[in-house]
């Protein structure tokens, strides 16, 4: 045993001397330097850097996203960074940092891109599970906020998101284990005599930012100014932030690199070069090593900007309009402003007239053709297929829709760049679309494991392959995607269309919402949209049969339909084989209860269940789909109920459904239409 000893040593001095031979060799030529937490890159090589998703090296720059939408790129330098205080020799008792590095962002358009870029100090180079957009691969839904995260982000945000209270679509912002900023500010920089001068990110022009920390000071600040040859630091920072790194940041261990995301646009985020020192200042940048004439070059390849929104309108509606009639023209223009102004804070939605995210050509490929092999369903929109995206690899199930009409195209189109903002555990991800002619293609993630609807109704009555405990966590993950649609998101998003055969499942059989393609969408607060029903029958609330008027408490009408035909496994409606009568399966679920025992309208198949969740979801299923929409559950409480934090409440009993809560004029309407509102709907649907 002690002979092997000192060959492992030998070995692994060997191996040492490979590892420092390997680097100073790769220093020789990359031009890094690194020592004691010091290091310095006047162009990439790929050299050191850990990189993942769209990050790549090419030309002597760092590209963290390739100008594809909705992916992420990541760019680490490969070794920690042991911020101990005496890792380092002379340095202060708590650790200081100091880094600077020259950036571009190339989007699609000189004024817009999306999302932008962050330089990173985390405690992992590992953020796979981080999400694209306005999460800048940095975080996601869940893990936003949380302390144990130990990240800090410079973010340069080129898109204003209200969901993270961003200021405006061209800021620099702190960042502590969240993507709300706890200090932002345009961005921009201040000349020696104290003025203010803006800087655009996304001019494509290459600029330097400079983030110091201090630890005697506890003070975070960040500068940026325009990259010219020998820059120098404007004296006074842009953002300055009192807080203790070693609270947020581990001591041993810290990644130090870059992130990037992209979202509907598809843009280029890249790094020219970049110093980061532990104990003192950065190094400064050899600006003759940089590829700034490749970004320039880069710059100048990038098409033409699309014209705006505003001239489109004038040229191609308003004038023709005009010509015609002035009275006419007014009334429509203010019609159209009208209706524009509730997208407008989106900023995107001059992408109707941009390229799309996707071209015909590659889902011709990935569908073969959109032959019959790979389609997956037809429904009321047009027909899915499955495809596997050409570049990505990527599984996605295509959706082919065919608008009526021209204005059907643009608001459809106009929605659908609103809702490829929405990212949640429990949606089905919008990925992006195409326009082909009279066609509108959506790109959605592929869900391998179907829809819901299909193991409920099963042509064997005998088995099931979905248990109790999946059925529930079905139900409460539809609660928490509707939840987010309702209140968690920026702005108010009605489904529309909530149903078995909208809910797919993923690979871990997760329940995703899907199909917005009826959703419309408005700012919280504001009125819903008034337009015609949509909707599937059996879902559809008496009111919105009755005023055409989608609400949040539409949505819960349908969703609790939902729960209770999981539990029972029935159509919303049926006939019954024996004697021809309309059965409402709500009517079906209150005869239970009333008869002394909710349970017993439980699919019979299950045999796992626990009674109290059973009582629990019917129960909720009816208060849910109750006749008046004032009585119904809010989506919050809804949430709150099945994960029981909150009792249903004890006066909902049988007989409450029909009295309680229903306001005069909604019982009279009630009586004047059906004796029960379910089987009352029935005569519509027959
Ligand atoms: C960091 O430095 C300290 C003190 O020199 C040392 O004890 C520790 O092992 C180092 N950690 C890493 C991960 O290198
Ligand atoms: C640390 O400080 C000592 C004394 O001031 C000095 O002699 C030494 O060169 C310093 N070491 C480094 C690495 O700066
Ligand atoms: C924060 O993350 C940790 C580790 O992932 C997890 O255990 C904890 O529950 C999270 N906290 C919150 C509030 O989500
Ligand atoms: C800087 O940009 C902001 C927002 O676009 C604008 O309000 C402000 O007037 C600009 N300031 C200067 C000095 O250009
Ligand atoms: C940060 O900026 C302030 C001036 O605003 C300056 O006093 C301080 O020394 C700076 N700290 C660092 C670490 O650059
Ligand atoms: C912090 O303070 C110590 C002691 O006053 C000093 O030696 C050190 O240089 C200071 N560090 C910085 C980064 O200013
Ligand atoms: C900073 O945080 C660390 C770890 O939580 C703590 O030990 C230290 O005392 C804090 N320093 C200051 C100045 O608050
Ligand atoms: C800076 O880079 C240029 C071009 O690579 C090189 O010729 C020059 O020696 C470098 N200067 C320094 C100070 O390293
Ligand atoms: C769901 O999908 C996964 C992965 O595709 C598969 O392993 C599993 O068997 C599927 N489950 C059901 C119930 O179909
Ligand atoms: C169907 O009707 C018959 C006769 O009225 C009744 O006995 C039976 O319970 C009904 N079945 C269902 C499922 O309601």
């Known amino acids: 045993m002690n002979m092997n000893r000192p060959f492992f040593l030998h070995l692994q001095y060997l191996l040492l001397i490979l590892v420092l031979l390997q680097l100073f060799i790769s220093l020789a030529v990359v031009g890094a330097s690194a020592d004691g937490g010091e290091f310095t890159f006047n162009g990439f090589s790929g050299n050191d850097l850990t990189m993942d998703g769209e990050a790549s090296v090419t030309n002597g720059l760092l590209e963290l996203t390739s100008g594809r939408a909705q992916l992420k790129g990541h760019a680490f330098y490969t070794f920690p960074l042991n911020f101990t205080s005496d890792a380092v020799p002379n340095r202060s008792s708590i650790p200081s940092f100091s880094t600077t590095f020259v950036f571009a962002i190339i989007g699609q358009y000189d004024d817009l891109s999306g999302h932008g870029l962050a330089f990173v100090l985390s405690s992992t180079k590992e953020l796979f599970t981080a999400l694209p957009a306005q999460f800048l691969g940095l975080l996601n839904t869940w893990n936003n906020g949380n302390a144990s995260n130990r990240l800090l982000a410079i973010e340069l945000d080129t898109i204003q998101n209200s969901e993270f209270g961003d200021i405006d679509d061209n800021h620099i912002g702190i960042d502590i284990n969240s993507l709300e900023s706890l200090e932002s500010h345009t961005t921009g920089y201040y000349t020696s005599d104290g003025e203010f001068h803006n800087l655009s990110l996304v001019s494509r022009k290459p600029m330097q930012v400079w983030v110091d920390y201090d630890s005697n000071q506890s003070m975070l600040n960040v500068t940026i100014a325009p990259y010219f040859l020998s820059s120098t630091k404007p004296s006074r920072p842009l953002l300055s932030y009192i807080f203790n790194s070693s609270a947020v940041l581990p001591n041993t261990a810290v990644y130090a690199g870059f992130s990037s995301a992209t979202g509907t646009l598809n843009s280029k985020h890249y790094v020219l070069g970049w110093s980061f020192n532990l104990n003192g200042e950065a190094a400064a940048l050899n600006y003759s090593a940089l590829s700034v004439e490749t970004i320039q070059e880069l710059a100048q390849q990038v098409p033409a900007p699309a014209p705006r929104n505003h001239k489109i309108l004038i040229c191609k509606v308003l004038l023709p309009i005009a010509a015609i009639s002035i009275l006419v023209s007014a009334a429509l223009v203010k019609v159209y402003v009208k209706r524009r102004l509730q997208v407008r804070r989106t900023k995107v939605e001059w992408q109707e007239y941009g390229p799309p995210s ?190 055409e008027k989608a609400t949040k408490a539409t949505d819960i009408f349908a969703f609790g339909v939902l729960m209770m035909e999981v539990t029972c496994a029935r159509r919303p409606f049926w006939v019954n084989n024996t004697d021809g009568e309309p059965l409402a399966l709500a009517d079906w679920v209150l005869a239970a209860w009333q008869g002394g025992s909710i349970t017993d309208a439980v699919d019979p198949r299950l045999d796992d269940y626990v009674d109290e969740e059973i009582e629990l979801v019917l129960k909720l299923g009816l208060l849910c789909s109750h006749p008046s929409p004032n009585a119904r559950s809010f989506t919050r409480l809804v949430m709150q109920y099945l994960q029981r934090d909150a009792p249903l409440p004890s006066d909902f009993q049988p007989n409450s459904l029909m009295i309680n809560g229903v306001g005069q004029d909604e019982m009279h309407d009630q009586r004047a239409m059906s004796e029960s509102q379910w089987t009352g709907l029935i005569a519509l649907l027959v």
């Not at 790109?443 to 829809?451: I, K």
């Not at 139900?475 to 797919?504: C, P």
Request: aromatic fraction near 10%; proline fraction near 2%; hydrophobic fraction near 40%.
């Open 358 to 547: 996707f071209t015909y050509k590659n889902l011709l490929a990935a569908t073969n053709g959109f032959s019959d092999k790979m389609l997956l369903g037809r429904g009321g929109f047009g027909s899915v297929y499955k495809g596997v995206l050409p570049i990505s690899k990527h599984m996605a199930a295509i959706k082919r829709v065919s608008p009526e009409s021209r204005q059907g195209m643009k608001e459809f189109v106009a929605e659908i760049i609103i809702l490829g903002h929405l990212r949640h555990r429990n949606l089905v991800q919008l990925l992006g679309y195409c326009r082909h002619k009279q066609q509108l293609l959506l790109v959605y993630d592929y869900m391998p494991n179907g829809s819901l609807d299909s193991y409920l109704h099963t042509q064997d009555h005998r088995t099931t392959n979905l248990c109790w405990a999946q059925r529930f966590h079905i139900i409460k993950g539809i609660a928490s995607g509707l939840f987010y649609l309702h209140e968690d998101w920026e702005q108010v998003v009605i489904h529309r269309d909530i149903k078995t055969s909208n809910v797919l499942l993923d690979g871990e059989m997760n329940a995703r919402l899907g199909d917005f393609g009826l959703a419309r969408s408005h700012d919280h607060g504001a009125d819903a949209h008034t337009t015609h029903v949509a909707g599937t029958w059996g879902y559809i609330a008496p009111e919105l049969a009755r005023l």
